[in-house]
């Protein structure tokens, strides 16, 4: 019998192993023809042209590959989305765990994670066909389709996933810790703000990196509403054209083989790269917040 259930063991862990290694082995696959497909673009222009270059002309002749406007489009797209989501998603989370009643929080909560069920497609319609026009119209400017409302639409996708799993970490914090910081005095809302927030901080942390990961490759969402303009930004009502757009925009355009088809390569080398970054840092983070939960615990 024990050497039937170590059999079984056994044959458990090789399984867990594989699939392991097919998550690895697919996703080095896909860098190898990745970096196969982008690096030949480098014998027309250098790296520094390639990164710095502040005009993306791939059609002209002669032709512009410089990615500096994508990328900086890329980035304030990111930061901006995360400047309304990451409040918005974790107040939202704390409200629903710690102030809402039971009644409000099972209708809430359901409505706030279907929001996260709507198709990328979706919210670029609705920010193309209703935002557009209003922001339009409220803030005098030329065009509704601008960093400003790409940021929106991102937030929009990236606030179900943050409030529905910072709202778990905090419910995982332990009702002692809660009980005892009551019981020192200090008020509901010193108690959320100064135990409950900080015993689940490593949670959140997870919540902000799975809700940002979404808004950092979202492909369909800034192809529709971003403006499609290549130029870096004055003011987030300008029109801007992140990396994955273009991508998305171009790649149906471009002859396989040709000098374009190898500069959208090696801009999808560059958001590999930038992906790349942002998890590691994220999870760093999240892993040094995770210690000092720990400790306080």
Known sequence: MAEKAQTTEKMMHIFFFCIASASITILFLIMIFLFKEGLPIFKTVSVKAFIFGEYWYPTSDPADFGIFPLIVASLTVTVFSALISI??????????????????GEIVKPVVELLAALPSVVIGFFGMVLVAPFLQRIFDIPTGLNLFNASLMLAFMAVPTICSISEDAIHSVPVALKEASMALGATHFETIIKVIVPASISGICTAIILGMSRAVGETMVVLMVAGGAAMVPESVFDPVRPMPASIAAEMGEAPIGSDHYYALFATGIVLFIFTLVFNIVADYIANKYRQVGEASL
């Open 87 to 104: 409040p918005l998603g974790v107040m939202t989370a704390v409200y629903l765990a710690e102030i809402a009643s039971q009644k409000v």
